[in-house]
């Protein structure tokens, strides 16, 4: 089956830094979503994004399917934004089945 | 927008026991929901995709006889832990697919707060 590794797995900011996650996935996608999971489970969305780049405030992604990969943005860091960032695919003619990656697990310190 | 709803947040029965766990679609009607479970520190794994009015679909691996998937209606899926161990203890999170929210030509997934359930 598809392969969907995140990197990095672990990552402590302090607050008001940047930093950049990455979505490799081993096949051909056709939906990209970018979830952040808060500290009571929920998955919030973040962005739907199969290909090209969307911003939302203080974050934004990027999505490359030629090259098979996504990358997203967060920009000055609040404490909020701890949390496990996941990213998740579906596999071109699979459906609307998500496959989700390995997460990054992100604190931002004060 | 595109909120969807978890029954009971969290669940504590004794082995042998069933429990049953509603998703609702506040806001808009799905056709399709998941289900899907997650262990502490991983990631989460679909269990079964549920579609209104026909039978779920089940990944490999899960036991359709253990865990029972109902579709009722366009904003209601429930999963049902048969006869539950402390192995089936977990995160349980359902989700519901909505088609071209966002301006893109396809399904968006919205999940659920999820439930977790605690077998002893």
């Known amino acids: 089956g598809i392969q969907v590794e995140q990197s990095p797995p672990d990552l402590i900011l302090q607050e008001g830094a940047n930093s950049t996650l990455r979505c490799n996935f081993s096949?051909?996608?056709?939906?990209l979503q970018w979830f952040h999971q808060n500290p009571w489970g929920q998955l919030i969305n973040l962005f739907y994004?199969?290909?090209g780049t969307k911003q939302n405030g203080r974050l934004s992604a990027t999505t490359v399917a030629t090259e098979r990969y996504s990358l997203l943005y967060i920009s000055s860091s609040q404490t909020t934004d701890s949390g496990v960032y996941f990213c998740?695919?579906?596999?071109?003619?699979?459906?609307?089945?998500?496959?989700f990656g390995t997460g990054t697990q992100l604190k931002v310190e004060l | 927008g595109a909120v969807v709803s978890q029954h009971p947040s969290w669940v504590i029965c004794k082995s042998g026991t069933s429990v049953k766990i509603e998703c609702r679609s506040l806001?808009?009607?799905?056709?399709?929901m998941f289900w899907y479970r997650q262990f502490p520190k991983q990631s989460l794994m679909l269990m079964a995709t549920?579609?209104?009015?026909?039978?779920?679909?089940?990944e490999q691996g899960v036991e359709k006889d253990k865990f029972l998937i109902n579709h009722a209606s366009l904003t209601l899926s429930t999963l049902t832990v048969t006869s539950a161990h402390p192995e089936d203890s977990s995160f349980y999170i359902c989700?519901?697919?909505?088609?071209?929210?966002?301006?893109?030509?396809?399904?968006?997934?919205?999940f659920g707060p999820g439930t977790r359930l605690t077998v002893t």
């Open positions: 549920s579609n209104e009015g026909s039978k779920a679909t089940y």
């Open positions: 989700s519901a697919a909505l088609y071209g929210r966002t301006g893109f030509l396809g399904y968006e997934q919205y």
């Open positions: 806001d808009f009607q799905a056709t399709t």
């Open positions: 998740a695919v579906t596999l071109t003619g699979g459906g609307n089945k998500l496959t």
């Open positions: 994004i199969p290909s």
């Open positions: 096949d051909s996608v056709n939906n």
